[in-house]
């Protein structure tokens, strides 16, 4: 069982809609990432969180919009996504920023 | 940006067969770490390496970081089926953000 938790499991909106993803550890992890799979690739790195401050942004477009409310908590936040976005959406944890990352088993999101 | 060559992409195998890949890189790194991805789940950490030299092992894994630091490998041993998925190696910058950078990922398939 992965100590990293993400909700929903399963994400289907349309391009017009605002949906949030959400991710938990509760491990003492101080630095959080999200991370984009599309199938068959590798993970690629989106955002990272350290000490609940914005660290990293890999000039993601402005319709994802990261937020860590507290120091186990990071949102993801969609707005009018484009078809293209579809993907596994991953959240990870390590104990300091780029230190070995625990992964979550991600959302899957289809957008229509 | 950099990036690491890992090979091969797919293995066929049959079940008790010894299994090695390995990644490669024109960068040094100071940390090498190998996942392993089941479907419809995030990546687990298998092993962690952070000196050149290092030999470890997790069961029937084997990961060792190269004296260069430029190259890492995973040995797993008597494969059996749940050794199925797709294994990534990814390695951590020596320099500016120090990323983790994921291979290409090897996909292992085994016929019992």
Same mark, same amino acid.
């Given at each position: 069982?992965?100590?990293?938790?993400?909700?929903?499991?399963?994400?289907?909106?349309?391009?017009?809609?605002?949906?949030?993803?959400?991710?938990?550890?509760?491990?003492?992890?101080?630095?959080?990432?999200?991370?984009?799979?599309?199938?068959?690739?590798? /993970? &690629?790195?989106?955002?990272?969180?350290?000490?609940?401050?914005?660290? +990293?942004? &890999?000039?993601? /477009?402005?319709?994802?919009?990261?937020?860590? /409310?507290?120091?186990?908590?990071?949102?993801?936040?969609?707005?009018?996504?484009?078809? &293209?976005?579809?993907?596994?959406?991953?959240?990870?944890?390590?104990? &300091? +920023?780029?230190? /070995?990352?625990?992964?979550?088993?991600?959302?899957?999101?289809? +957008?229509? | 940006?950099?990036?690491?060559?890992?090979?091969?992409?797919?293995?066929?195998?049959?079940?008790?067969?010894?299994?090695?890949?390995?990644?490669?890189?024109?960068?040094?790194?100071? $940390?090498?770490?190998?996942? #392993?991805?089941?479907?419809?789940?995030?990546?687990?950490?298998?092993?962690?390496?952070? #000196?050149?030299?290092?030999?470890?092992?997790?069961?029937?894994? $084997?990961?060792?970081?190269?004296? $260069?630091? #430029?190259?890492?490998?995973?040995?797993?041993?008597?494969?059996?089926?749940?050794?199925?998925?797709?294994?990534?190696?990814?390695?951590?910058?020596?320099?500016?953000?120090? #990323?983790?950078?994921?291979?290409?990922?090897?996909?292992? $398939?085994?016929?019992?």
């Amino acid at each position: 069982d992965t100590e990293v938790t993400q909700t929903p499991k399963h994400l289907v909106m349309g391009m017009t809609n605002k949906k949030s993803l959400k991710c938990e550890q509760h491990m003492g992890h101080r630095a959080m990432y999200w991370y984009k799979q599309k199938a068959k690739k590798p /993970p &690629e790195l989106m955002f990272v969180y350290s000490y609940e401050k914005l660290s +990293i942004n &890999e000039s993601v /477009p402005s319709r994802f919009s990261p937020e860590c /409310p507290n120091s186990s908590l990071l949102n993801l936040h969609l707005h009018a996504l484009q078809p &293209e976005d579809s993907a596994l959406y991953l959240c990870a944890s390590s104990q &300091e +920023i780029f230190q /070995p990352q625990h992964f979550g088993d991600g959302t899957r999101l289809s +957008i229509l | 940006g950099q990036q690491l060559n890992q090979s091969p992409q797919s293995m066929f195998i049959q079940e008790g067969e010894d299994v090695s890949m390995n990644c490669t890189s024109s960068s040094i790194f100071n $940390t090498w770490l190998w996942y #392993k991805q089941d479907p419809g789940e995030g990546p687990v950490l298998l092993i962690a390496l952070y #000196k050149a030299g290092e030999l470890t092992s997790n069961g029937r894994l $084997t990961a060792q970081f190269g004296i $260069t630091r #430029k190259d890492s490998f995973l040995n797993i041993s008597a494969s059996i089926p749940s050794d199925v998925g797709i294994y990534f190696c990814a390695g951590r910058t020596l320099s500016g953000a120090q #990323k983790l950078v994921f291979g290409q990922g090897t996909r292992l $398939t085994i016929n019992p």
